[in-house]
């Protein structure tokens, strides 16, 4: 069977149907692969990728060196301070040679798709962790490089490569299916799948990489194991070199048209070039991953009907047709009716107690009452993702290849419709802003080499990301029930937080602790798209998977305990607030030559670099 003109636009027409039904998810589910570098990373030129920016800084650095040190002649006059510039010059070129080193190669055309291609993977990753070993002469640096390569090894395989799969598991079923939850995002967690898939995508990211090097092979073995993604988001279970050769099985004789689609749709890839990758985020991405699931399916059913050997893997019937409704009854007998009773009503809750629970979700301490209202809320939470699928409005897990007994249940409906009492508030606050700190001080330790207390205060913690959790807990509480409002005001609200205390501390201590000049749509520096999309996105994480898992480890310890515990860290950070006051946490690398800033370095600076 050959796919001609007449079947690629039937398939066109029925992947713009699926589009159309899941918008706003195809989106949000393409914009995330772009933002963790899973696929599509060329519409990251709409958001100004912040690699962008640190390669910015790195590279202007010299010069902002090079520069000062001619004022600095002039008004210090200094043997000890022009030594000390020119270490840290011959410091910075001996890192860009390094840097450079890393399949570097002569110009040419085939030169630069490679280095393309292997630019930011994982292979140019650990080359330049073995570079930076070798010159290294501090054990420290040598640990933390080594941790940092097995961070991105880890991020490699379990989410970059997880997540593509996934996202042809999300498309797959909205061809099919008017509904599709949000506990798909963890699809291959929940079904404890999530090692053999990363073994499955990492095999297949081996054999890309092989054939990458043979050059002309590439493109024979990129079609060819096309499927694989698709084959897995299928059948989970399958092991890696059954899927491997199911693949190059199903696209044998298919291959020149998987790269005729390709260049069908080499129109929006143009297009995304003009638009800076505009179109790419609001329609490109999402309409290739629909088309190729459609593509997909084809090929599925030719294999099924020429018993293609291994073919007996594609054993997940309702992802392709749907269930008749009398088995769907008798696989869903508890969700009749029960969304139609009445929701259960907090008895002890009156005047001001139950305006904050109702209006902002939060209750003094959890009580038998609120266990008895979480319970209900959970139930009926769980009886709606039932209730869809009992319709055939989403696809029936029950009726899936995976049973029910192999399933993590939690992550299927995890029972955000909660309230959170001020004690988990508290330490919630702390947990978050404790991991933004540890995340910062991490990212800013491989930009610079150095350890860099980010931050006004001097603890650690960084409050902003605390207080954006807490208020997207609060004041977003209404707007639980809908992912997709909650999405959009969850960039709203963090981008006011974020700009009213960039203004606060801009004008209070007359420095900045972060700056998106440069960065596309951005309002003075203090906000930008990409900021903005990545809240959006992080408020959904967080509402939906984060706190509530994180309250329930909270409510696990005894009040009694845990409050000494909230108190202490209460008052160091009271103290650490007025100490800040009068003696905020400035310098190099936190106000002054940060990523992302302006690369200026004041005369001031550079004095205290020569003592």
């Known amino acids: 069977m050959r796919i001609d003109s007449k079947t690629r636009k039937s398939l066109k027409s029925a992947a713009k149907a699926s589009l159309k039904k899941h918008y706003v998810m195809f989106v949000f589910m393409c914009l995330f692969a772009s933002l963790i570098g899973a696929e599509f990373v060329t519409s990251d030129n709409f958001i100004a990728a912040r690699t962008d920016a640190i390669g910015t800084v790195v590279s202007g650095y010299e010069e902002d060196i090079l520069e000062t040190e001619q004022k600095a002649a002039s008004f210090t006059g200094t043997s000890a301070y022009l030594e000390k510039t020119n270490e840290l010059i011959r410091l910075i070129k001996f890192q860009d040679a390094r840097r450079d080193e890393v399949f570097s190669r002569s110009a040419g055309t085939i030169n630069h798709i490679l280095d393309y291609l292997t630019s930011g993977t994982i292979v140019s990753t650990i080359s330049s962790v073995v570079l930076n070993i070798v010159g290294s002469e501090s054990a420290a640096d040598i640990v933390m490089i080594a941790l940092s390569v097995l961070v991105a090894v880890w991020f490699w395989m379990f989410v970059q490569l997880v997540y593509s799969s996934t996202i042809r598991r999300i498309a797959l079923e909205g061809r099919l299916y008017k509904n599709i939850p949000f506990s798909r995002f963890v699809f291959f967690i929940r079904i404890k799948s999530w090692i053999n898939a990363a073994l499955v995508m990492a095999l297949h990211a081996v054999c890309d990489i092989a054939a990458l090097i043979t050059v002309v092979g590439f493109p024979i073995v990129f079609y060819g194991l096309f499927m694989v993604p698709f084959i897995l988001a299928e059948n989970p279970k399958i092991k890696p070199a059954a899927a491997i050769r199911l693949s190059w099985s199903m696209t044998k004789g298919h291959r020149w048209d998987l790269f005729v689609n390709d260049v069908t749709l080499f129109g929006w890839y143009v297009l995304g070039v003009i638009t800076a990758g505009l179109t790419n985020i609001l329609f490109g991405n999402p309409y290739r991953i629909a088309v190729y699931s459609e593509l997909y399916a084809l090929l599925r059913k030719e294999a099924i009907d020429n018993r293609l050997p291994g073919s007996?893997?594609?054993?997940?019937?309702?992802?392709?047709?749907?269930?008749?409704?009398?088995?769907?009854?008798?696989?869903?007998?508890?969700?009749?009716?029960?969304?139609?009773?009445?929701?259960?009503?907090?008895?002890?809750?009156?005047?001001?107690?139950?305006?904050?629970?109702?209006?902002?979700?939060?209750?003094?301490?959890?009580?038998?009452?609120?266990?008895?209202?979480?319970?209900?809320?959970?139930?009926?939470?769980?009886?709606?993702?039932?209730?869809?699928?009992?319709?055939?409005?989403?696809y029936p897990t029950r009726l899936g290849t995976v049973p029910e007994s192999g399933k993590i249940k939690i992550l299927g409906s995890i029972h955000y419709m909660r309230h959170y009492s001020l004690l988990s508030l508290i330490m919630m606050f702390f947990i978050y802003s404790g991991f933004g700190w540890v995340w910062e001080v991490v990212y800013y330790y491989m930009l610079q080499g150095h350890y860099i207390n980010r931050g006004v205060l001097h603890g650690p913690w960084l409050p902003i990301y605390g207080a954006g959790g807490l208020a997207i807990l609060i004041f977003l509480f209404p707007l639980r029930k809908s992912p997709t409002k909650h999405f959009f005001a969850t960039m709203l609200l963090c981008g006011a937080l974020e700009y009213f205390t960039s203004v606060v501390l801009e004008y209070a201590f007359d420095a900045q602790w972060w700056s998106y000049e440069g960065f596309f749509l951005n309002i003075n520096g203090r906000i930008c798209a990409e900021g903005l999309l990545v809240f959006g996105i992080a408020g959904i994480a967080f509402i939906y998977f984060l706190s509530p898992v994180i309250d329930d480890q909270i409510r696990r310890i005894d009040p009694r305990k845990l409050l000494p515990i909230a108190v202490v860290l209460l008052a160091f950070f009271t103290f650490d607030l007025l100490y800040s006051n009068s003696h905020p946490n400035k310098g190099d690398g936190i106000t002054d030559g940060f990523a992302g800033g302006e690369n200026t370095v004041s005369e001031q600076t550079y004095e205290e670099s020569v003592n």
């Open 312 to 394: 007996e893997a594609f054993s997940d019937r309702y992802l392709f047709e749907k269930c008749d409704m009398a088995r769907l009854r008798g696989a869903y007998p508890e969700a009749v009716n029960v969304l139609f009773s009445p929701e259960y009503e907090l008895k002890d809750l009156h005047g001001a107690k139950r305006f904050f629970a109702d209006h902002f979700g939060v209750v003094l301490w959890n009580t038998k009452d609120e266990k008895k209202y979480e319970e209900n809320q959970a139930s009926r939470q769980r009886i709606m993702f039932l209730k869809a699928e009992a319709e055939g409005t989403s």
